[in-house]
T-cell receptor, first 117, second 111 residues
Framework: NAGVTQTPKFQVLKTGQSMTLQCAQDMNHEYMSWYRQDPGMGLRLIHY???????DQGEVPNGYNVSRSTTEDFPLRLLSAAPSQTSVYFCASRGLAGLTTSTDTQYFGPGTRLTVL | DAKTTQPPSMDCAEGRAANLPCNHS???????VYWYRQIHSQGPQYIIH???NNETNEMASLIITEDRKSSTLILPHATLRDTAVYYCIVRVGTGANNLFFGTGTRLTVIP
């Protein structure tokens, strides 16, 4: 299994540009999420999904959109990039077996480093 | 989910045990303690979790106090590759809820 993959690894945008960060997992996990991490800080949840067709907002959703048309993919869209969105973005997934047990570990991708000028 | 408090940084000599404390005095009965770590620039990695009993796996041991208000992650023989930020997280163990990452403890293993 490749686990959780993210593309691109690095991206530079100009203010106002839009782009999509890709995330895919091959573990048949129902749950997927996006986090951002700013320098010296912990991860903050942007959006998450508990299955295809279902998404919800996390702690810092403004400026981002998500959709979940398949179990495997969970893209994150920046509608109009701003310098405040300069960050490292991590995608994560886990199975919903955790609904009834605590065996519920999340698997993280390698991250996308985004700079908005 | 309950809030956690961790020291911002710790050092440990290579080959010695690293003991990373976490305070979670407001933890409720159905909340588990999870530990993740993040090696520089990589995505976080799951280490271990527990409810009230001590737990051990191939990576680490987790000691939870009887009142569950604090816990300690133990890396029994720290190596240079264990240098990372360690996050202690408490959350309800079941259901589609999320992890809340604080700022963690930056562990530096010294040769």
């Amino acid at each position: 299994n490749a686990g959780v993959t993210q593309t691109p690894k690095f991206q530079v945008l100009k203010t106002g540009q839009s782009m999509t960060l890709q995330c895919a997992q091959d573990m048949n996990h129902e749950y997927m999420s996006w986090y951002r991490q700013d320098p010296g800080m912990g991860l903050r949840l942007i959006h998450y999904s508990v299955g295809a067709g279902i998404t919800d907002q996390g702690e810092v959703p403004n400026g981002y959109n998500v959709s979940r048309s398949t179990t495997e993919d969970f893209p994150l869209r920046l509608l109009s990039a701003a310098p405040s969105q300069t960050s490292v973005y991590f995608c994560a997934s886990r199975g919903l077996a955790g609904l009834t047990t605590s065996t519920d570990t999340q698997y993280f991708g390698p991250g996308t480093r985004l700079t908005v000028l | 989910d309950a809030k956690t408090t961790q020291p911002p940084s710790m050092d440990c000599a290579e080959g010695r045990a690293a003991n990373l404390p976490c305070n979670h005095s407001t933890i409720s009965g159905n909340e588990y303690v999870y530990w993740y770590r993040q090696i520089h620039s990589q995505g976080p990695q799951y280490i271990i979790h527990g409810l009230k009993n001590n737990e051990t796996n191939e990576m680490a041991s987790l000691i939870i106090t009887e009142d569950r208000k604090s816990s300690t992650l133990i890396l029994p023989h720290a190596t240079l590759r264990d240098t990372a930020v360690y996050y202690c997280i408490v959350r309800v163990g079941t259901g589609a809820n999320n992890l809340f990452f604080g700022t963690g403890t930056r562990l530096t293993v010294i040769p």
